[in-house]
């Protein structure tokens, strides 16, 4: 099973985390829909960088 999970805060702030794994076009889906989210907020902060930081942490195996 893929399991997202999505925590506001009172102020806006938004957590959004996916986990699992399933041989299904849905988490194909999700993954497809999270992966190009980040890649264009990776173009937008190239073309704004005054304005977006993007941050991207490898998880050490």
């Given at each position: 099973?893929?399991?997202?999970?999505?925590?506001?805060?009172?102020d806006g702030y938004m957590?959004?985390?996916?986990?699992?794994?399933?041989?299904?076009?849905?988490?194909?889906?999700?993954?497809?829909l999270l992966q190009s989210s980040v890649r264009f907020l990776q173009e937008l902060s190239d073309q704004y960088p005054e304005d977006l930081q993007v941050t991207i942490e490898e998880q050490g195996n």
């Open positions: 099973m893929t399991e997202v999970k999505v925590t506001v805060g009172q957590r959004i985390e996916a986990e699992g794994h399933t041989k299904s076009v849905v988490c194909a889906s999700v993954s497809t």
